[in-house]
């Protein structure tokens, strides 16, 4: 297991690894399927407008072959600290705006704390951020991804 799935792996609802199969985890209620992808943040950009704030990256690869009902983005800055994307599957592999582009086997790309206007395929993404805490909650109450749809 990856760092990711390892963090994953105790939430409520999450049932065994499956290591080698299509998706990473099943997820009861609903028996939804699960899929966790994560990464260090590639790099950062110095802002320039403002003294110390930095701008990092992360990319995520190999999205496309993999079937799940959410994925579960982990991204870790370069002061060691996780953030947490999910996102249903319609909205992973929509055509517009396409989050996943489809370079490196379907891609997705992030940047945390952005110094220009948000691209929309950047917004849709920003808007599926959420905490540890509620990304917990959600498995705990059996309502995987119910943060992130309240607050469409």
């Not at 994953?8 to 099943?26: L, N, T, V």
């Not at 582009?101 to 929309?120: A, E, Q, V």
């Not at 959600?138 to 749809?149: E, F, H, K, P, S």
């Amino acid at each position: 297991m990856n760092q990711g799935e390892k963090l994953i792996a105790g939430f409520p609802g999450m049932g065994k690894h499956h290591p080698q199969g299509p998706f990473d985890f099943p997820f009861t209620p609903g028996d939804l399927r699960v899929e966790v992808k994560f990464r260090n943040a590639n790099f950062f950009f110095n802002n320039g407008q403002v003294d110390g704030e930095t701008t990092e990256q992360f990319i995520w690869t190999k999205i496309a072959a993999r079937q799940f009902d959410w994925l579960i983005l982990i991204g870790v800055d370069l002061g060691g600290v996780p953030h947490y994307w999910i996102s249903p599957d319609r909205v992973v592999r929509s055509r517009y705006p396409r989050i996943m582009t489809p370079s490196d086997g379907g891609k997705i790309t992030c940047i945390l704390n952005p110094f220009r206007p948000l691209r929309p395929r950047a917004q849709v993404i920003n808007a599926h951020k959420l905490t540890y805490e509620e990304l917990y909650a959600d498995c705990q109450n059996g309502r995987l991804g119910y943060t992130v749809i309240r607050r469409s």
